[in-house]
């Protein structure tokens, strides 16, 4: 596993981005799979000004996000493609038909779920997964216990999950409790991984993730499983690793 260490967010962003763009660059259609969260902001303002100084190219990408709250409308201001179109789709030239976010309207989740990852496949799979993490480990919406093998799926959210996202909403009761998620072995599938982490809430989970035991207690920790993962992540973030970046 590779670790990145860097001095802030901006920093942070271009080195995701630089990742990113080689991706994008060696392959004639590439596909990305994308994450919501404050932390990933910084890339997504970095590969817009990319894009307009034509050294990447969105027309061809094919993008699938990560997790999207069940009983949010696409249009909902926290919704996770509402997040998408204002802060990346919008602003560059992709075709708005090749971006996925799974639907958290879907009538039968479960039978959106399958399809989903039906539609991950028959595009070739994911060229390159960008991800954050939850303080408590989490990826995507796979929260500590969730099998290392879980495909796409319906989960419920932790109090912590809940108590962190309700920055967002006006009240806590507005968290929704439940989302739709790849799985981690979904994720794992991708042939390129970049984790994204900044701030001090995040040291633990980091330090977990790559240096404790691989374990469904701390989802990020499967990433040890893969070949191909880059890490990130800012001075702060890292500040209890004890062997990486030493
Ligand atoms: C949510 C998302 C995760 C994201 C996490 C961290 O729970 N489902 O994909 O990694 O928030 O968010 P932030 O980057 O805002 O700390």
């Known amino acids: 596993m590779k670790v990145v260490i860097v001095k802030d967010k901006k920093e942070l962003g271009q080195r ?17 799979g994308l994450a919501t969260g404050s932390t990933p902001l910084p890339l997504y303002e970095r590969l817009i000004q990319l894009d307009k100084q034509n050294k990447i190219d969105f027309s061809t990408a094919v993008t699938f996000n990560l997790d999207e709250y069940v009983g949010l409308p696409p249009d909902h201001h926290q919704s996770y493609r509402y997040f998408m179109d204002k802060n990346l789709f919008d602003h560059v030239r992709i075709n708005k038909k090749n971006t996925h976010v799974p639907d958290g309207m879907a009538k039968d989740p479960d039978a959106f779920c399958c399809a989903y990852e039906e539609m991950i496949e028959d595009v070739g799979g994911i060229d390159i997964q960008v991800l954050g993490i939850g303080s408590n480990g989490h ?4 929260e500590p216990g969730t099998s290392l093998g879980s495909r796409t ?38 042939e ?7 701030g001090e809430n995040k040291a633990d989970a980091i330090a977990k993730a790559l240096e404790g035991p691989i374990t469904c207690m701390v989802p990020a920790s499967a990433l040890q499983l893969h070949p191909k993962v880059t890490f990130v992540i800012t001075r702060d973030a890292a500040s209890k690793l004890q062997h990486f970046g030493k």
């Open 139 to 142: 990826i995507a919406f796979n």
């Open 192 to 198: 390129e991984i970049i984790l994204l982490a900044s």
């Open 16 to 32: 995701a981005a630089e990742i990113v763009a080689a991706v994008m660059n060696s392959r004639s259609t590439p596909v990305l």
């Open 153 to 190: 799926h319906v989960t419920e959210l932790t109090a912590q999950t809940i108590k962190d996202n309700s920055r967002f909403f006006a009240r806590i009761e507005d968290v929704p409790t439940r989302a739709i998620t790849m799985g981690i072995g979904t994720i794992l599938e991708a």
